[in-house]
């Protein structure tokens, strides 16, 4: 069965550390792969996309992903984190002909401390 | 360019009891998709529609039904709520299938 999975339920990091977040995805093929962030009383944001070609993607507000089919991962990562990065944040994959049906992991929640 | 807003913001229903929850999509999007998104989880696709046509559907019941006017707002109606079906439920539209912009949500509660 085709599944995303976000091993991290929960990441506490200190403004100005790395942050990593981990995607592992099960399909019969490579499928689209996004990342999204969702805010307390927001819709989801798209902050990057890998559909094919260069496998380290470059998103917004300093994020970046990279691909890695012999691992089947997609993991996130920015390299120094502000407080308003505090967020939930999930993984999707889509079917290669039908991106607008997304599936979803079930989230990390990233808080930022001082 | 007015984005996705969805209406109501919070709603409260009791069992058994029907809901409409409305869309409406982007500037020049014809395309919706609804999820719904249980306390802690990820959003799950419910359904999408394509210039006013169901074009996929995801793992829900038939008493989970949607429209699409021409103007390419939608509706999604839940009949016969159960307690499951609190959650929040979030609508994205795009332009043929392209990247989607999700509006910020309705929270349903079932009680």
């Known amino acids: 069965a085709q599944s995303v999975t976000q091993p991290d339920i929960h990441i506490t990091v200190s403004e100005g550390a790395s942050l990593e977040l981990r995607c592992n995805y099960s399909y019969g093929a490579t499928p689209y792969l996004f990342w999204y962030v969702q805010s307390p009383g927001q819709g989801l944001q798209l902050l990057l996309k890998y559909f094919s070609g260069d496998t380290l993607v470059q998103g917004i507000k300093g994020f970046e992903a990279e691909f890695k089919r012999s691992q089947s991962s997609f993991n996130l990562r920015k390299p120094s984190v502000h407080w308003s990065d505090a967020a939930e944040y999930f993984c999707?994959?889509?079917?290669?002909?039908?991106?607008?049906?997304?599936?979803f992991g079930a989230g990390t929640q990233v808080v930022v401390t001082p | 360019e007015t984005g996705v807003t969805q209406s109501p913001t919070h709603l409260i229903k009791t069992r058994g009891q029907q809901v409409t929850l409305r869309c409406s999509s982007q500037s020049g999007h014809n395309t919706v998709s609804w999820y719904q998104q249980a306390l802690g989880q990820g959003p799950q696709f419910i359904f999408q529609?394509?210039?006013?046509?169901?074009?996929g559907r995801g793992n829900f019941p038939p008493r989970f039904s949607g429209l699409q006017f021409p103007n390419y707002s939608s509706e999604l109606n839940v009949n016969a709520l159960e307690l499951d079906d609190s959650a929040l439920y979030l609508c994205a539209s795009s332009l043929n299938h392209n990247e989607q912009f999700f509006g910020p949500g309705t929270r349903l509660t079932v009680l």
């Open positions: 529609y394509y210039r006013e046509e169901e074009n």
């Open positions: 999707a994959v889509a079917e290669t002909d039908s991106w607008g049906k997304l599936q």
